[in-house]
């Protein structure tokens, strides 16, 4: 079981198509990050939102394009994808305190493959 | 910014013996150090994590340690079992604004043999 809850698991889409790919929290966690992750390697930032509002975009193609509806809700949206853009896209939420660090709690992923 | 090495890459131990996994840091800012294992097809999920204000932190068989000085933090595992057998991630966590900048090690595959 998770904290953060992703849809769809596995999604297969041509170059062609526009679809979304959806994250909810309910641990009332005030940052929310979007990562990419390809096979061995270590999960990529792609973009943070804080409060609803995006603070962080690390130089993401726009043919992928985040949305914050709520305080709960982040979705991702894919037009134009390239097969390259074929991985493992993770959503992470992290609660917002006063002091050092906080974990990040990762969903379980949607496998994304481009045809 | 912050750059993170872990080593090693590949770990093999016998099921029963200990495995250790290191990792170094470079910005001292940095003020927190969670360890993710990721199952192969899973998501990352935290395991343990220390803060710089701690040396050393201990849950049953797994122990962190963390050596501020150094810049060094490292996993150890004790009495493995096959179940062990994943990727682990180090990081390195500083509050940056709005959000927890993470920066992750490369990774460690680590594989207990039965």
């Known amino acids: 079981d998770t904290e953060v809850t992703q849809t769809p698991k596995h999604l297969v889409m041509g170059m062609t198509n526009k679809k979304s790919l959806k994250c909810e929290q309910h641990?009332?966690?005030?940052?929310m990050y979007w990562y990419k992750q390809k096979a061995k390697k270590p999960p990529e930032l792609m973009f943070v939102y804080s409060y609803e509002k995006l603070s962080i975009n690390e130089s993401v193609p726009s043919r992928f394009s985040p949305e914050c509806p709520n305080s709960s809700l982040l979705n991702l949206h894919l037009h134009a994808l390239q097969p390259e853009d074929s991985a493992l896209y993770l959503c992470?939420?992290?609660?917002?305190?006063?002091?050092?660090?906080?974990?990040?709690?990762f969903g379980n992923g949607t496998r994304l493959t481009v045809t | 910014g912050e750059n993170v090495e872990q080593h090693p890459s590949t770990l093999s131990v016998q099921e029963g013996d200990s495995a250790v996994i290191k990792c170094t840091y470079s910005?001292?800012?940095?003020?927190?150090f969670p360890w993710y294992k990721q199952e192969l097809g899973k998501r990352p999920q935290l395991i343990i994590d220390?803060?710089?204000?701690?040396g050393e932190k201990k849950d049953q068989r797994i122990a962190v340690t963390l050596n501020k000085t150094a810049k060094h933090f490292s996993l150890h595992i004790t009495e493995t079992q096959p179940e062990d057998s994943a990727v682990y991630f180090c990081a390195a966590t500083l509050k940056s604004g709005g959000y927890q900048k993470v920066t992750f090690g490369t990774g460690t595959k680590l594989q207990v043999i039965p």
């Open positions: 992470a939420s992290s609660a917002l305190v006063t002091g050092g660090g906080q974990s990040v709690h």
């Open positions: 220390i803060r710089s204000n701690v």
């Open positions: 910005d001292s800012a940095s003020n927190y």
């Open positions: 641990m009332g966690h005030r940052a």
